[in-house]
């Protein structure tokens, strides 16, 4: 069986895109632990904690609320365009890019890790085109509609209309 005529997971690509940050997270990790003190952010850590809080709790927060829409949508072979999904085409992949990744790394008070983001998203731009592939085999003319009406992970202010 073909990789496109399997059902997709519910996870889509985002294992491939995790495995694939690992090897930036240990380089930055690993330049980050040589030479700490240069990439210390210049902000008290008490509100690197507040903000990597705030970002932690919103990650989550969206993630979960994503997941429970998707989960509902996946379990009926539907295509999720509802909720959040009106707003934001792959919001499950979003909350870690906004919230749950920058959130750690502010914990770990170190501006170096930001630099994970742009690899995540670089990472996210290569694997997405798979899970979108399936998604256009899957629902057709209804998902090609979907996406050239609402972004991938940078969210539109008005609502999708399908």
């Given at each position: 069986?073909s ?41 008290n ?32 072979s539907s ?44 990472i ?8 979108e592939?399936?998604?256009l ?26």
């Amino acid at each position: 069986m073909s990789e496109l005529n399997k059902r997709i997971s519910i996870f889509g690509v985002g294992p491939k895109i995790f495995t694939s940050l690992c090897p930036f997270l240990i380089v930055f990790g690993y330049i980050e632990f040589i030479f700490h003190p240069a990439f210390i952010f210049p902000l008290n850590y008490y509100w690197m904690v507040i903000i990597g809080s705030i970002l932690l709790a919103f990650g989550i927060f969206m993630f979960v609320y994503s997941e429970r829409v998707m989960s509902s949508a996946y379990n009926s072979s539907s295509l999720a365009t509802s909720k959040i999904y009106v707003y934001i085409r792959h919001p499950m992949y979003a909350s870690w890019g906004y919230g749950s990744l920058p959130g750690i790394f502010c914990f770990l008070n170190s501006w170096i890790f930001l630099l994970n983001l742009i690899a995540y998203y670089l990472i996210f731009k290569i694997f997405i085109k798979e899970e979108e592939k399936y998604l256009l085999k899957e629902f057709g003319k209804d998902y090609e509609h979907y996406r050239k009406n609402v972004n991938a992970i940078f969210p539109k202010l008005s609502k999708y209309n399908p």
